[in-house]
């Protein structure tokens, strides 16, 4: 649906929307495609986003990634 938003509606997404997917990802122990998602973004991830993949790693016990 994160796709579809800008695909199908011309909807752009805003940080708030790629926090949420990065969150949501590193919930469910997607950790890599979290990280791609930020590596990706076409603009510049802030704190909230780099928190969101931060926190999630430590409770997957991800600890290299959070290196």
């Not at 649906?1 to 199908?8: A, E, G, K, L, N």
């Not at 469910?28 to 510049?44: F, S």
Request: net charge negative; proline share 4%; aromatic share 8%.
């Amino acid at each position: 649906y994160f796709v579809s938003m800008s695909q199908d509606y011309g909807i752009t997404p805003s940080m708030e929307h790629y926090n949420c997917m990065v969150n949501l990802l590193g919930r469910a122990g997607r950790l890599e495609e979290a990280e791609d998602l930020i590596n990706k973004m076409p603009c510049e991830p802030n704190a909230m986003v780099w928190m969101s993949l931060l926190g999630t790693s430590r409770t997957h016990f991800d600890v290299e990634r959070g290196k």
